[in-house]
């Protein structure tokens, strides 16, 4: 039985992002997949499906509710998310799945993630979120998720369908969108590496697009502790609910680890992210007080801004990460021929979507 036939792809999609289901719908047609598209748009997708995909229009769902909405239409042992504007490889899909079939005791895995920018489809260069060759075969749940939680992303992985059942189950209430779509990724990571162990595997497995700044709000785990401090207590106790349903742990135990990781792993780790982003606007509020050069601020910050962020800044990492990467190291398209011709497939069909968008 062919490999797809085990998996069920669900692709999240909402409001203004339908052009990017252009692309990852045509790099999928060649193959057999389930793949279930699940909408919150107001509006649904306006172009007539060209291939067999189910699509699911849901608006106003949150993030949480529509992925769990997804879940009824899904009866395969394995499934995945694949964010809109994200390529994940078939093949690379199919060798997870042997490696799973073999390792009961391992509740995911992934390959090798590269990351893209539409304005230079000619650097790429590895997640920095990712690892290489990893294995996270530690025996118990505290010790997997104490070394590895928050260290990179799980949520992107192929998983055994019952990770996906618990973490949606248990963020179900969770409605508002900003918070759901800010803790969905960790959420999915903490069940994963409760259920079992993960392993990274050396395939090339993903594309993800990256982007240097953001445009809409931006929410991390401490700001949703402080400003959102019924989401936070409600997420920290379904969270410790189950993990005392799986340790022999009391609640309180399972509370005091949780809260432990937040604050140690990834409050730390955001915050320090906070005081690189800040120097620039440092910069700008100086310049505020100058009123004669109000116009040569705006130009400066904008060509700041577009410079660095579309130049500077991807040839730079593009060009440091590639040096970190050995070229015997298999599964990425600058270190062996399979991964590169697939990433040449990706590249036409982002270049093709990019000039019909525009």
Not at 239 to 245: C, F, M, R, T, V
Request: aromatic fraction near 14%.
């Amino acid at each position: 039985m062919s490999k797809a036939k085990n998996y069920t792809v669900i692709i999240p999609t909402y409001n203004s992002r339908h052009h990017n289901l252009n692309r990852i719908l045509e790099y999928f047609s060649p193959h057999e997949l389930n793949i279930i598209i699940v909408d919150s748009s107001e509006s649904p997708y306006p172009n007539e499906f060209n291939y067999q995909f189910k699509y699911l229009h849901v608006p106003g769902l949150g993030m949480y509710e529509k992925v769990y909405k997804s879940l009824e239409s899904v009866t395969t042992p394995y499934v995945l998310l694949c964010a809109d504007d994200d390529f994940i490889i078939p093949s690379g899909i199919a060798t997870c799945i042997d490696f799973l079939d073999e390792n009961p005791d391992y509740s995911s895995a992934q390959g090798n993630r590269i990351c893209f920018t539409k304005s230079r489809l000619s650097v790429n260069f590895p997640d920095p979120d990712a690892a290489y060759d990893l294995d996270v075969n530690e025996e118990s749940p505290l010790d997997r998720m104490t070394y590895h939680w928050t260290s990179f992303f799980v949520a992107y992985s192929v998983h055994r369908i019952q990770n996906f059942k618990e973490t949606f189950k248990l963020g179900n209430e969770f409605t508002n969108d900003l918070f759901a779509v800010t803790t969905i990724e960790r959420h999915l990571d903490f069940i994963t590496l409760l259920n079992g162990k993960h392993r990274i595997l050396p395939v090339f497995y993903q594309a993800r697009e990256f982007e240097r700044t953001s445009t809409g709000q931006t929410v991390t785990w401490e700001s949703v502790k402080t400003g959102q401090p019924e989401n936070y207590k409600k997420l920290v106790s379904k969270l410790a609910e189950n993990l005392q349903s799986k340790l022999d742990l009391s609640f309180q135990e399972c509370l005091d680890f949780i809260e432990s990781l937040f604050v140690e792993k990834y409050v730390r780790k955001t915050a320090e992210a906070d005081i690189t982003e800040v120097k620039v606007p440092v910069k700008q509020k100086k310049m505020n007080k100058i009123p004669g050069i109000i116009k040569l601020k705006a130009f400066y910050s904008k060509s700041y801004y577009y410079f660095t962020d579309k130049y500077v800044f991807t040839l730079l990492r593009g060009v440091l990460a590639k040096k970190r990467i050995r070229r015997d190291k298999k599964g990425f398209p600058y270190s062996d021929e399979l991964s590169n011709i697939e990433w040449q497939k990706i590249k036409a069909i982002i270049k093709k979507n990019k000039v019909a968008k525009s």
